[in-house]
């Protein structure tokens, strides 16, 4: 089943008679886990009442350009950078002639003008229309743009013609876009990826752990397998679910979190350690709880766990090694001598200093780094940053 998690998109219905399949195609993403909102024309509103779509999208519908409850905010300027998708369907002749010439007078035009969304258009018109040499005109120009047109189909229309122009089915329209968005960047890679903090343990009570919550390797292993990639996720324990195509191993201490990277390493292309391992464990564990009593302090040996890092670039030469480094401070710097002391191909570092992109928060921003290059990746959720990442990854291996 395709999975539209974490993906928002905008429908934008327009004034024609196909205006009535917007709600199934809203009901078929709503069903794939996307977050949907609508944006109606005027004169869609003729067609199907935007109660309807509000019930079946969940959310609020957009219809005004200008509109006093979220100008201060800039509105439809934030509803641009929030759709990772737009469909506008039905589209009718009117509305292909307004994107085509950039026109900008009414909410939805202002949108596609505004945004970087991957679009899609599913036009609906008398097949005259439809092969009319303006329209055609428009729509190559905006094939030349890449946008992505789905039909329109052969059939009978309302009218009575028979011939192109029918607006394509949800059915139809769902699965394309699905086929189409899903990139399989990573398709026939194998991919292992750690996550969360490790645990170890002082006591059957006690142990020495750290803040991470695993969001950003839980995000690239989703984000992994929707670029078509096989995923092993080896987990520490973190309060987080995963993707049931997700092979997901979980783990405690990072002796278990290495056993089990050396278990799938032999068969993985990349390796990302995205976990916050930790360095230090007791030396000696206490097989009973350590009691309080009559004690103003207790020490505690450590010893220096097994660098996974470093185990993973020397042993398996073959597989492409990503590192994660999490700094408070020099963030680049630090990192870049990770990137040579673990002689690793690419390193990704983040300043947790910075609450709202630190542990157990939704969004990051990073640094990409590796022996030629560095790139920044400004703040953005972390699913986003998750693609951009194996976009790079791709690009370098």
Request: glycine content about 6%; overall charge negative.
């Amino acid at each position: 089943m395709p999975d539209f998690k974490n993906i928002n998109i905008l429908i934008c219905v327009t004034g024609g008679i196909a205006a009535y399949k917007s709600a199934e195609i809203i009901r078929l993403f709503k069903k794939d886990s996307a977050d949907v909102r609508v944006v109606m024309t005027e004169a869609a509103k003729e067609f199907i009442t935007p109660l309807t779509l509000q019930a079946v999208s969940g959310n609020e519908i957009h219809d005004a350009l200008i509109d006093q409850r979220s100008e201060l905010a800039m509105g439809h300027i934030e509803l641009a950078k929030w759709a990772d998708i737009i469909l506008i369907a039905p589209c009718t002749a009117d509305s292909l002639s307004k994107i085509t010439h950039g026109r900008a007078d009414d909410l939805m035009g202002a949108l596609i003008l505004a945004s970087e969304a991957k679009t899609y258009i599913a036009p609906a018109m008398n097949t005259n229309m439809w092969m009319d040499s303006a329209t055609q005109s428009n729509f190559n120009k905006l094939l030349d743009r890449d946008i992505n047109f789905i039909g329109p189909a052969f059939g009978e229309q309302a009218c009575g013609d028979i011939g192109p122009g029918r607006m394509e089915e949800p059915t139809t329209i769902h699965k394309y876009i699905s086929d189409t968005y899903h990139n399989k960047l990573l398709s026939g890679l194998t991919l292992t990826i750690t996550a969360g903090p490790t645990r170890e343990q002082i006591d059957p009570v006690r142990y020495i752990s750290n803040n991470s919550s695993g969001k950003m390797g839980y995000s690239l292993a989703e984000e992994a397998i929707k670029y078509g990639a096989t995923v092993n996720l080896i987990s520490g324990p973190v309060a987080l679910s995963a993707n049931q195509d997700i092979n997901l191993i979980k783990v405690n201490s990072a002796d278990e979190m290495l056993d089990s990277v050396n278990k799938y390493m032999p068969n993985s292309d990349i390796f990302i350690g995205c976990a916050a391992v930790v360095d230090f464990k007791p030396e000696n564990y206490s097989d009973t709880k350590i009691k309080k009593e009559n004690k103003t302090e207790i020490d505690i040996k450590l010893r220096k766990n097994e660098d996974i890092l470093k185990e993973v670039s020397k042993n398996y030469p073959n597989s492409y090694c990503v590192g994660f480094a999490a700094e408070t401070s020099n963030v680049v710097n630090y990192a870049k001598e990770k990137l040579v002391s673990k002689n690793l191909d690419m390193i990704v570092s983040n300043d947790i200093s910075n609450k709202s992109i630190g542990f157990d928060a939704d969004y990051n921003e990073v640094n990409v780094i590796t022996k030629d290059s560095s790139i920044f990746l400004e703040r953005d959720k972390k699913f986003n940053i998750a693609k951009k990442i194996l976009e790079i990854i791709k690009t370098n291996i």
